[in-house]
């Protein structure tokens, strides 16, 4: 739906833009070694950065998030320097499709809930030209966790995410790319509660200030299916984050 206005009405970057948590964010972490003050990290496709400022808290080295949407990166500057990260840390309106990094300059990519938006594949291959040899990449990614899902949540994904793949399949293509897996894990629905709470009551009051317009309703309506969706199907569905290291 190409209404930005309504749709950045939701989206205010006041909490996450997708479904994840600190404690998810802590768990993916955890899997990564070596990181040190003298470590590179990238966030690709920070949005407003909430897991970002959580990984500055959890070690020290420098790090670099990327998104596209100005206003997301000015209040994960903000929040970084409030907090004092602001020395170690770069913001930069840059596309993951369009990175002009020097090869291998990162012990960590790190990307929530946003590679989607190149698509898997092409994502861990673009993103694995910046990962130095031995490095790791973290990314979470909408997944089918087993084949022969239902019809009513088949057909809304194929509809919003055609290419959404078999968890199974992301591990092969993660081998195929020459990347080790170290592990994979389902986020738990609290994560998809995290990212929907805060949005529902920012749908709910979008509608009530544009009660007459078609669009809006049609916003409500898919936010609304989305999570009724996402509630109903967890044994098919959810959010899998990968971590892997380059071979
Ligand atoms: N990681 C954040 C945001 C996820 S939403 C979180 O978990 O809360 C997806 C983000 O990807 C949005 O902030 C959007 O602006 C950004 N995005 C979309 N296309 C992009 C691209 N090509 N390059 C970088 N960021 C992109």
Redesign the pocket.
């Known amino acids: 739906m190409e209404r930005w206005d309504l749709f950045f009405e939701i ?1 205010t970057g006041e909490t ?5 948590s600190i404690e998810t964010t802590r768990k993916a972490f955890s899997y990564i070694e070596g990181i040190d003050k003298n470590s590179a990290i990238l ?10 400022l959580e990984i500055a808290r959890l070690c020290p080295a420098r790090i670099t998030a ?4 100005q206003p ?1 990166l000015d209040i994960l500057q903000k929040n970084a320097n409030i907090r004092g990260y602001g020395e170690r840390f770069t913001a930069r309106k ?5 990175m002009d990094f020097p090869e291998e300059s990162f012990d960590l990519i790190w ?4 590679i ?3 698509g898997f594949a092409e994502g861990i291959c673009e993103f694995r030209r910046f990962i130095k040899p031995g490095g790791y990449l973290a990314v ?1 990614e909408a997944s089918w966790l087993k084949p022969g899902a239902p019809d009513e949540i088949r057909e809304f994904w194929d509809a919003e995410y055609p290419a959404m793949d078999l968890a199974g399949n992301c591990l092969k293509k993660l081998e195929a790319e020459g990347y080790e897996s170290i592990t994979h894990f389902t986020l738990p629905f609290t994560d998809w509660e995290e ?1 929907f709470n805060p949005l529902k009551g920012r749908v709910e009051e979008m509608i009530r200030r544009h009660p007459d317009d078609p669009d809006a309703k049609k916003y409500y309506d898919m936010e609304r299916k989305e999570y009724y969706l996402c509630d109903k199907y967890q044994e098919w569905f959810g959010y899998v984050f990968y971590i892997a290291r380059k071979m």
């Open positions: 989206h996450r833009e997708g479904p994840g966030d690709a496709g920070c949005g407003p950065g909430w897991q970002t990327i998104d596209l949407h997301f840059l596309s993951m499709a369009e990307s929530e809930g946003a989607y938006n190149m979470s990212y």
